[in-house]
Each structure stands twice: as C-alpha cells, then as structure tokens.
C-alpha cells in the first residue's frame, strides 16, 4: 500500500525559504509523477507544481515560478518542494500526490494522483 508523508511547514517570515519533504512508502518510487497541492480552508486545492517520474522534469505554476522549485530523489523515496522569497499569499496547507499514470495533458488536476499525504501547514507572516 503506498502511502506519502509531508514534513517541514512551519511559521516564517515573509522573504524566508522553506523545503518541504514528502517521504514515499510502497514500492517502485520512481514508477510515480509527484505533484503538490496547496489549500486554505474552504477554497479548492490548487496545483503548486509537479515532477516526472525520473525526476528530470518540473512544471511549475506562474504564481511559484522561480521561487519554488521541486526535486525527486527515487533512491531514498523522497521529493522536496524548495520554497524561497515566501510571501503571505504562500500560507497554506500543503499536499504531496503521487500517480502512476499522470496525464501529461492535465498535470494540474488534483483527480489525476491516486495518492496523497496528510498535509503540512505553512504559515507566512508579513
């Protein structure tokens, strides 16, 4: 049974940098596209950004590009959502998702991962 866990949020400074860490439980890591997730109470889930299965490939939002970025390391089960020059807008739930057959075509939505983690909280103050 797969099962992800995100670690890492915390309160911060507007302007500080965060890395979030999703830890993969299961087998064949590397057969996944991982995406995050980010949510406020009573809004929807909006897409932050997503990795290919070899990790070799991000996209990423317009409103996190350049200050995210993600990254995958298959052998030690793990991706990471590095998150700089955080500004209050950024305070969210965040979701790690994984999926085996992730459609290129729709990467942004939320019904395309099989799997999701419980969640961590960042919280951005001005």
């Known amino acids: 049974q797969v099962q992800l866990v995100e670690s890492g949020g915390r309160l911060v400074q507007a302007g ?3 890395r979030l860490s999703c830890v993969f439980s299961g087998r064949n890591f590397g057969g996944y596209t991982v995406g995050w ?3 406020n ?3 929807e889930r909006i897409f932050v950004g997503v990795i290919n299965r070899s ?3 991000v996209h990423l939002s317009d409103s996190v590009k350049g200050r ?3 990254s995958k390391e298959n052998n ?3 991706a990471f959502l590095q998150m700089t020059a955080l500004k ?3 305070t969210a739930t965040y979701y790690c998702a994984a999926g085996r057959d992730v459609s290129t075509m729709d990467l942004k939505s939320a019904g395309q991962y ?3 983690g419980q969640g961590t909280q960042v919280t951005v103050s001005s």
Do not use: A
């Open 16 to 18: 500080d940098s965060l």
């Open 37 to 39: 997730f980010r949510q």
């Open 41 to 43: 109470p009573g809004t």
């Open 55 to 57: 990790g070799t490939n």
């Open 68 to 70: 995210f970025t993600i």
């Open 76 to 78: 030690k089960n793990t």
């Open 88 to 90: 209050p807008e950024d």
């Open 114 to 116: 099989d799997t999701w």
